[in-house]
């Protein structure tokens, strides 16, 4: 039989493994290329953003191609394929055209969907 400090540090030791390895998304950064970096961008200028996306659970199911983008205020007119630069690590570059929507900002949004949580980022810039 167990005495209540062995419950405890049990319930503790539990809580504690599933935090670490159920609370991790995806980890996923985009950020525009350094030689495309401008504090706005016009109608029609395009440019580079990189996305790299780290695989937290490792034992992901759903594959890296499955990755969503959203780009609002602007086109994802080509993409690079996925390169795997590390086990559990993907990058790949977006080339962005800015469009004429009437919109102030650009967003690109990038989303891994799984019921391991996934993972959303989004990147944020000025038009002008």
Not at 67 to 81: H, L, R
Not at 104 to 117: F, L, M, P, Y
Request: glycine share 6%; with cysteine; net charge positive.
């Amino acid at each position: 039989m167990m005495n209540k400090k062995s419950v405890v540090r049990s319930g503790l030791l539990t809580f504690l493994f599933l935090f670490t390895t159920l609370g991790m998304a995806c980890e996923i950064d985009l950020k525009v290329s350094d030689q495309f970096k401008k504090e706005s961008y016009r109608i029609g200028d395009e440019l580079v953003v990189e996305v790299s996306v780290i695989l937290n659970h490792r034992n992901c199911h759903v594959d890296i191609t499955k990755t969503k983008f959203k780009a609002i205020g602007a086109k994802i007119v080509g993409a690079t394929k996925w390169e795997k630069k590390q086990p559990n690590t993907y990058s790949r570059k977006l080339k962005i055209e800015v469009t004429n929507d009437n919109k102030n900002d650009i967003e690109i949004i990038c989303q891994r969907v799984c019921e391991k949580e996934g993972g959303v980022a989004k990147i944020t810039l000025k038009k002008g």
